[in-house]
């Protein structure tokens, strides 16, 4: 029997934090592990305990969590690791992926990836001093897929535990067809373990990335999983009919409704919070669009409610 899929939840900022990480393992599960949204660069060594609240151990024994970073100071970058290995982390991880102009102008994220020198000469300084193992959260390039095609073999000198390529360019954002044979390619270039992300959103696109590269043992899915929360199981073997579909989204939303009531400021914070979550998980819903719209501009919690029991009512 072909060994099971190890499955990641992708960090997706303003969504995926500990509270909604644990409700949805526990409601859902089917996720083997999760990378947590970013956290800020600090240009201080003096880390606030506060601003590691979302990775306190205490707030995540549902599910694995590996710490993600976007400094590009080594110094920050070190004071963070040890705060983390002071709580029990093993691991961490660099994000080279992020897409969002106003962080590639400042050549973080996906926006430092046409710079090899730079990150080989952050990893010189990080890598014999860091106290976890690293990983790397990458995309194709910024502007080509040529500049990861160029970085990949660099990468091979330092002991890195894993490198996931998200396979679109750092340009197109969210937007546009993933290239799935440029992760191909990557599979020839490294010699680390390779991860791939990038628009499996239905047991069709995974088999089909399966059956394409099927060498490669973990899968990070981002997206997919928020508009499916069922994607992680149905891929390891399992069905739900309607009505079980329907009852678990039901007490997944009340729970995760009434968790994020009681610590959010208010009732504009919590509705923002769970527009950006009905955002994606309209699609589970028949004629999501109708829904999503009802959901968008309801401006008070009685006319989101109201919205929302329509939708569990079908």
Request: aromatic share 10%.
């Amino acid at each position: 029997m072909a060994e099971p899929p190890f499955l990641i939840l992708a960090p997706i900022r303003g969504i995926t934090d500990c509270l909604f990480r644990t409700l949805f393992q526990h409601h859902f599960g089917g996720v083997d592990e999760a990378v947590a949204p970013f956290l800020n660069p600090q240009p201080h060594a003096n880390i606030d305990l506060r601003q590691l609240h979302d990775l306190l151990p205490e707030q995540n024994r549902a599910l694995p969590v590996v710490p993600q970073f976007l400094h590009t100071n080594p110094e920050g970058l070190l004071a963070l690791g040890q705060r983390l290995h002071d709580l029990g982390y093993t691991r961490i991880n660099w994000n080279l992926g992020c897409p969002a102009p106003m962080v590639t102008r400042k050549r973080r994220g996906s926006g430092l990836l046409p710079y090899p020198d730079a990150i080989c000469a952050f990893l010189d300084v990080v890598l014999p001093r860091m106290p976890l193992q690293l990983s790397i959260k990458t995309r194709l390039g910024l502007n080509h897929p040529d500049e990861l095609a160029a970085l990949l073999p660099r990468l091979n000198d330092y002991p890195l535990s894993e490198i996931i390529i998200h396979t679109r360019l750092g340009k197109q954002l969210y937007r546009g067809a993933t290239d799935p044979e440029r992760f191909g390619q990557s599979l020839t270039l490294s010699r680390h373990p390779l991860v791939y992300n990038g628009d499996i959103t239905d047991l069709e696109s995974w088999n089909r990335l399966r059956r394409q590269f099927p060498t490669v043992q973990r899968w990070m899915i981002g997206r997919g999983l928020l508009a499916d929360p069922f994607l992680a199981r149905t891929i390891k073997g399992e069905l739900f009919n309607p009505e079980q579909r329907l009852s678990m989204l039901m007490a997944f939303h009340q729970e995760l409704f009434t968790s994020y009531k009681q610590v959010l400021a208010g009732p504009s914070h919590l509705l923002g919070r769970m527009k950006q979550i009905w955002f994606y998980l309209a699609a589970s819903f028949p004629d999501q669009d109708k829904l999503w719209k009802k959901i968008k501009k309801a401006g008070t919690e009685e006319r989101y409610l109201a919205a929302i029991d329509g939708a569990f009512r079908q």
